[in-house]
């Protein structure tokens, strides 16, 4: 028997939780053990005493748990934190980040609409909107997101779903979340945030007026490197669309991935708050550097969108993104002299990870497309982990110093 604990109220006073609290305690649900830890419900299915019982559970969906592609309490509970955390009406846990940008983009879409995204996207993300939504009937425009005007001209006419990343990968572009949903709302359309880059500790994009955000849970939410999933926040009238979608087309998260996001959950704000703080210092000191030709993090007064992302991110983040001197040859050099920093191509983990995202992550690009959203051959992408910064930046000074 699971007793649900009502995840609002701490069980003595029923008291509300703070959100740091609902990372701990949120959707927790025990099970006849008492348990600390949430279970894991490694289980494809659900049995029933007798035939009517089975019946009865069909009839009455969401009542109780029947299949684990449909629901599952380890990935219910997962779900529950995260729109505890979110304040989000809904959560649907995915199998991964990309399974919840495509179903959060495809679902509600039908062929003769029209979508409006900024153009600089994670590599999977901009397929999706540019190559593989318009072989559907679907009309996909591509705006510079930092430039209001585009957005206005973009939006002049009736849209479905505007999608953006804010900040962006790898070039940490920051876009006017409030100014962007106003113009979508007045053109009908819904706006999809994936806020991966900005994670849910440091921006609340529903509170900012989205409709729909979307994680890779992958990332910060786990942050120790050892799963994927993905989770996908909304409201209960884009719940109405996305969950047949899901339930039938099945990207579902597995049990124990979920569990694994649970506990990531738990420590999320501590790490998140110490690796922005962290980045924060290694993004002054390359800043700094001679042999560094311009240095992208939100958190310093330099980047061009850096008063924008005050009004809506506390904090600058754990990504800092810079240029070395010279092209592929020299970043490769500083990255292959690199001791402490591994190179890898995910981010947001404790560990601190460096990416050459012009031929990794970005590489199906064409070079039109990567100069176009500033990813040139000598962008170097730092994903600021857990390590004493001491650490970090005698480890960039050392490798810096081979150019
Ligand atoms: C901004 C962004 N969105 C989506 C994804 C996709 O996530 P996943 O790898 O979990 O599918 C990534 C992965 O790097 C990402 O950086």
């Known amino acids: 028997m699971l007793t649900k604990i009502d995840a609002q109220f701490s069980r003595s006073s029923q008291r509300p939780l703070r959100r740091q609290s609902q990372l701990v305690h949120g959707g927790t649900m025990r099970s006849g053990f008492n348990e600390t830890s949430e279970a894991i419900f490694q289980t494809s299915g659900f049995v029933y005493v007798r035939a009517e019982d089975a019946e009865e559970a069909f009839a009455q969906d969401a009542q109780r748990y029947v299949y684990s592609r449909f629901r599952n309490p380890t990935i219910s509970m997962f779900e ?9 009406e809904n959560a649907f846990a995915t199998a991964s980040g990309m399974a919840a940008v495509f179903a959060a983009v495809m679902a509600p879409l039908r062929a003769g609409d029209r979508i409006v995204a900024s153009r600089a996207l994670f590599g999977s993300c901009l397929y999706i909107v540019k190559d593989l939504v318009p072989r559907y009937g679907i009309e996909t425009v591509l ?4 430039d209001l005007e585009q957005w206005k001209t973009a ?8 999608f953006l990343e804010t900040p962006s990968n790898p070039t940490l572009e920051v876009i006017d979340i409030r100014a962007v949903c106003e113009l979508a709302h007045a053109a009908g ?19 900012l007026g989205a409709d729909v955000v979307v994680y890779s849970a992958t990332k910060h ?9 993905g989770v996908i926040l909304c409201d209960n009238a884009f719940a109405e669309i996305v969950h047949p979608f899901l339930r ?18 738990e420590t999320m704000e501590l790490r998140v708050r110490t690796q922005s703080a962290n980045a924060e210092r290694v993004a002054s000191f ?14 310093l007064p330099s980047h061009p969108q850096h008063a924008l992302s005050a009004t809506q991110m506390s904090g600058g983040g754990s990504l800092v993104a810079f240029e070395v001197d010279g092209g592929k040859g020299e970043a490769f050099k500083v990255m292959n002299a690199l001791e402490v920093i591994l190179i ?10 460096i990416t050459h995202p012009s031929t990794t992550t970005h590489q199906r690009l064409t070079e039109a497309e990567r100069v176009q959203v500033g990813i040139n051959p000598g962008t170097i992408r730092l994903s600021v982990g857990l390590e004493d910064t001491d650490d970090l930046i005698e480890d960039l000074d050392q490798a810096l110093l081979r150019l």
């Open 221 to 229: 939410i786990d942050g120790q490197g050892r799963c994927l999933g």
């Open 286 to 299: 390359l800043e700094g550097h001679a042999k560094i030709k311009r240095t992208l993090y939100p958190g």
């Open 189 to 207: 359309a819904r706006v999809v945030i994936d806020n991966v880059f900005a994670t849910p500790v440091l921006q609340q994009p529903l509170k």
């Open 155 to 162: 939006l002049a006419q009736p849209t479905k779903l505007v």
């Open 344 to 353: 890898s191509n995910n981010l947001g983990d404790s560990k601190s990870l």
């Open 248 to 265: 039938h087309t099945g990207p579902v998260l597995s049990p124990f991935n979920a569990w694994i996001l649970l506990k990531g959950l």
């Open 80 to 88: 529950q934190r995260m729109a505890l955390y979110e304040e989000s």
């Open 143 to 146: 705006v510079d997101g930092t």
